[in-house]
């Protein structure tokens, strides 16, 4: 492994500068289009305006006064953008224009949308069997069958046998956030079963997101995270400081706190939560392996459960299978800050070895197990943690109406086999070196504070941080460029979907050419 100068020649970073500032009359004569319209947020008319333009008026303004969005005003939301269809990389919105999709639906399209073999699963399970049905006293073929696919995955199993040597059992739940919940729930009630009932606090670190459910949300940075003003109500929970960056010495404060917290209050903890190497939407922040590793050793020496949150990271989106299976060969950022960067480069492309892996005590999975087609969500645990629920005949209290879903079930058992026989991780590295490409111009920009680049997502982090109208002019310009971003705080982020064949490096250039031209751009007075 060597540090090395991500330092590209100036004529060819020049040229590339050159083609981001340009701007094409057909962008521009959009923009002037629909003008009128965002004054009003009501962003685009009908493909066909002269055979019905009020109806899709109709449909924005319903929206406006009655559909709640996330993260927005209920009283004066931020622009929205019908969209009429979405195939491939590309969303099509309601006036035609045709978008990419540099988000993959938060995390959730890794194959893009419209894939043959996803939409046959659907159509097949719902016309060969069921819907639905309940999961309480009942079984079918899909759940199980994803239950040791995921079980066959997550134990790093080559082969078709089942002989899981660490995860072993499955809890399949509607969301990510639900899964959280079920995680948290899991060690709560395997300490009180083992009559340790004051182990009852999580530890989580700084600038966390764990989803929006009230436990889940009290193990989210209570300062500077999304749920703040929520802190009199939540659940008290231990912290530690996030690492300072990505390398290896930059987790030496986290470690430092983690064991001083474990070694001071571990009667009184019940499981550490982590979101492993990349924390989402706390801030897009990449950090070494080696924290994982040393993190798991505190919590053996001081009898804690170790959870990991692998809901958005889950199913190669970092260039592993899952994060937390990132180690001193595969792990390897990219980052420009103001002028200096830096890249761990390592010589040879090692495999994973199951020794290497750093295993939790419990997994959450969601977003990607179904490929973005439908709400899911997997807890996944031990032997250990199983048996010590139902000890002494105890049950595991938790049963959600729509728990594992047949047609969900199906579409991601169909998700994880066209994962596993693709070659994803081929796509995902090229999708990295297609990211530091065309998003490293941005760092040249006074805004921009540093660019950061690991597997298949590239991150802009600004200086300062967006308030409403800055989010809502850069949302706008970005779809007149033809690109679905969504920014949020001091961050404009990508994470396209890897795994689609028609993905293509012209896609990629032409996302980072939207970020540095909408970053680069003043607001007009």
Not at 9 to 14: K, S
Not at 21 to 35: L, M, N, P, Q
Request: charged content about 20%.
């Amino acid at each position: 492994m060597m540090i090395r100068s991500a330092y590209r020649g100036g004529r060819r970073l020049a040229h590339v500068l050159s083609r981001c500032h340009r701007s094409s009359s057909t962008a521009a004569a959009a923009a002037s289009s629909t003008s009128a319209a965002s004054d009003k947020n009501i962003i685009c008319t009908c493909e066909c305006p002269e055979s019905c333009p009020q109806q899709c008026h109709n449909l924005l303004d319903t929206d406006r006064q009655h559909v709640i969005h996330p993260y927005t005003s209920m009283t004066d939301p931020l622009p929205t953008f019908p969209v009429q269809s979405a195939k491939g990389v590309h969303l099509k919105l309601n006036d035609g224009r045709k978008l990419i999709d540099g988000m993959s639906s938060w995390w959730a399209a890794v194959h893009g949308y419209r894939n043959p073999v996803l939409d046959n699963a659907l159509k097949e399970q719902i016309e060969s069997s069921m819907s639905h049905v309940m999961f309480g006293g009942l079984t079918h073929k899909p759940a199980v069958q994803l239950t040791t696919k995921l079980l066959q995955l997550a134990n790093n199993i080559q082969d078709d046998s089942e002989d899981y040597h660490h995860f072993t059992k499955v809890f399949f739940s509607d969301a990510g956030s639900v899964s959280v919940e079920v995680a948290m729930k899991m060690a709560l009630q395997y300490w009180f079963t083992l009559e340790q009932p004051s182990k009852t606090k999580f530890v989580s670190l700084r600038n966390g997101y764990h989803g929006d459910t009230l436990g889940a949300m009290s193990i989210c940075d209570p300062v500077n995270g999304m749920h703040s003003m929520f802190s009199g109500v939540l659940a008290k929970q231990l912290f530690v400081s996030t690492p300072t960056g990505g390398m290896e010495e930059d987790g030496v404060q986290t470690i430092t706190e983690m064991k001083q917290l474990l070694e001071e209050h571990h009667e009184e903890i019940a499981a550490v939560v982590m979101e492993p190497i990349v924390q989402g939407a706390g801030g897009m922040r990449f950090y070494h392996p080696s924290v994982l590793r040393k993190v798991r050793e505190l919590c053996d020496e001081y009898n804690v459960l170790l959870i990991f949150d692998e809901i958005a990271t889950g199913f190669g989106r970092t260039g592993t299978m899952f994060a937390s299976w990132q180690n001193e060969s595969t792990y390897q950022p990219w980052y420009l800050t103001e002028g200096s960067s830096f890249s761990i480069i390592n010589s040879e492309d090692k495999k994973i070895s199951t020794n290497e892996i750093v295993n939790a005590d419990i997994l959450c999975l969601g977003k990607a197990l179904t490929g973005g087609y439908m709400t899911l969500g997997a807890t996944l645990t031990t032997d250990k943690v199983a048996h010590g629920i139902s000890h002494n005949g105890g049950v595991f209290m938790h049963g959600p109406t729509f728990m594992a879903n047949p047609l969900a079930c199906s579409v991601s058992l169909a998700s994880m086999g066209l994962l596993t026989s693709s070659p994803w991780e081929e796509r995902v590295r090229n999708v990295e070196n297609a990211l530091i490409e065309h998003i490293s111009p941005l760092s040249e920009l006074d805004s921009v504070r540093e660019v950061r680049v690991l597997g298949a997502i590239g991150v802009c982090e600004l200086k300062e941080g967006l308030d409403r109208d800055g989010m809502a002019r850069i949302q706008r310009a970005l779809v007149e460029e033809g690109v679905w971003l969504r920014p949020f705080g001091k961050l404009l982020y990508t994470m396209p979907p890897f795994n689609c064949d028609e993905l293509e490096d012209d896609h990629i250039k032409k996302i980072g050419e939207a970020m540095y031209k909408v970053v680069s751009s003043k607001p007009k007075a």
